[in-house]
């Protein structure tokens, strides 16, 4: 059976951190950018060779970070009558035949949990949503074996405690931001970092629908970043949850702000209540080609 990946070319430099379990269960150098390609590659069972993710069954083509791919569908244009569009992933990751897949835009809004304040992201809805709801939504039988099983460690907010989980869909950790974006997002400088602007996003069509909101920055809402990033004057931007629990707020946070509030004494991410709707970004480790 052939599948095709379509990868955009973009130039982003991230950082690489190995975080899996397993991949493939279904019961549970940078250009700019300019062109799409095709990328057809074999993932007959039979046909992959053996990687580092012991049940591995279906491979997706090579990747390099800052691609963006194609991979799974979810309702994005608010209009369901023409089914569901192609979801599209950035490439945070790459190594040991598997890639850290972030999704590009906020595909949904939806509170991290409907008790606010005393879920960890253990027993949050958002987890059990990402997990069921979106993933048996997002990806076809096809799909499913490409994605890894991924173990998790998650701070606890308000205590040095963690929690372990196992996860094929997840949100990344205030920790991860550092790891695969180049920023001081406490910084009362306001220095981005040369990746930092690939934290700003826009919600889908959809996800606004759903109770997102899309801020234009600007010399008005965003002063500071639009004059170190003019390139990012009129971007669409909106919040999107983290996985530490939402009602707590730190330099860990719970929500990027995505740079378009103003520097304070210190910059940190702002935080919502955990049962207050937010913009949902996943992320999925998925087995690929070396």
Same mark, same amino acid.
């Given at each position: 059976? &052939? &599948?095709?990946?379509?990868?955009?070319?973009?130039?982003?430099?991230?950082?690489?951190?190995?975080?899996?379990?397993?991949?493939?269960?279904?019961?549970?150098?940078?250009?700019?950018?300019?062109?799409?390609?095709?990328?057809?590659?074999?993932?007959?069972?039979?046909?992959?060779?053996?990687?580092?993710?012991?049940?591995?069954?279906?491979?997706?083509?090579?990747?390099?970070?800052?691609?963006?791919?194609?991979?799974?569908?979810?309702?994005?244009?608010?209009?369901?009558?023409?089914?569901?569009?192609?979801?599209?992933?950035?490439?945070?990751?790459?190594?040991?035949? &598997?890639?850290?897949?972030?999704? &590009?835009?906020?595909?949904?809004?939806?509170?991290?949990?409907?008790?606010?304040?005393?879920?960890?992201?253990?027993?949050?809805?958002?987890?059990?949503?990402?997990?069921?709801?979106?993933?048996?939504?997002?990806?076809?039988?096809?799909?499913?074996?490409?994605?890894?099983?991924?173990?998790?460690?998650?701070?606890?907010?308000?205590?040095?405690?963690?929690?372990?989980?196992?996860?094929?869909?997840?949100?990344?950790?205030?920790?991860?931001?550092?790891?695969?974006?180049?920023?001081?997002?406490?910084?009362?400088?306001?220095?981005?970092?040369?990746?930092?602007?690939?934290?700003?996003?826009?919600?889908?069509?959809?996800?606004?629908?759903?109770?997102?909101?899309?801020?234009?920055?600007?010399?008005?809402?965003?002063?500071?970043?639009?004059?170190?990033?003019?390139?990012?004057?009129?971007?669409?931007?909106?919040?999107?949850?983290?996985?530490?629990?939402?009602?707590?707020?730190?330099?860990?946070?719970?929500?990027?702000?995505?740079?378009?509030?103003?520097?304070?004494?210190?910059?940190?991410?702002?935080?919502?209540?955990?049962?207050?709707?937010?913009?949902?970004?996943?992320?999925?480790?998925?087995?690929?080609?070396?």
């Amino acid at each position: 059976m &052939k &599948k095709t990946t379509r990868i955009l070319a973009a130039s982003m430099a991230l950082a690489m951190l190995p975080a899996l379990a397993a991949c493939g269960s279904k019961d549970s150098d940078g250009t700019e950018e300019t062109e799409v390609q095709e990328i057809s590659g074999n993932v007959d069972a039979d046909d992959t060779e053996d990687t580092e993710s012991p049940e591995a069954s279906l491979m997706l083509p090579a990747v390099n970070v800052g691609d963006t791919i194609v991979f799974g569908s979810y309702e994005q244009d608010n209009d369901s009558s023409n089914g569901a569009e192609d979801l599209e992933w950035i490439v945070l990751a790459d190594e040991n035949g &598997k890639a850290l897949l972030l999704s &590009k835009y906020i595909i949904d809004c939806q509170v991290f949990d409907a008790d606010d304040g005393s879920s960890t992201w253990e027993d949050s809805d958002m987890r059990a949503w990402l997990n069921e709801d979106f993933y048996e939504s997002a990806f076809d039988e096809e799909d499913m074996p490409s994605i890894c099983q991924t173990e998790l460690t998650t701070k606890v907010p308000g205590v040095s405690d963690y929690v372990t989980t196992t996860d094929k869909v997840f949100l990344l950790s205030g920790e991860d931001l550092g790891t695969y974006f180049e920023f001081d997002y406490w910084d009362e400088t306001y220095h981005l970092g040369e990746c930092a602007p690939a934290l700003i996003t826009s919600a889908t069509e959809y996800a606004l629908a759903n109770g997102c909101y899309n801020t234009v920055l600007n010399g008005r809402s965003a002063a500071e970043t639009v004059a170190a990033h003019p390139e990012l004057d009129g971007q669409m931007s909106e919040m999107w949850w983290v996985r530490e629990t939402g009602s707590i707020v730190g330099l860990t946070g719970d929500t990027i702000g995505n740079v378009n509030w103003q520097p304070g004494e210190s910059l940190i991410p702002l935080s919502r209540r955990a049962n207050v709707a937010m913009g949902v970004r996943p992320a999925i480790w998925v087995a690929v080609e070396d």
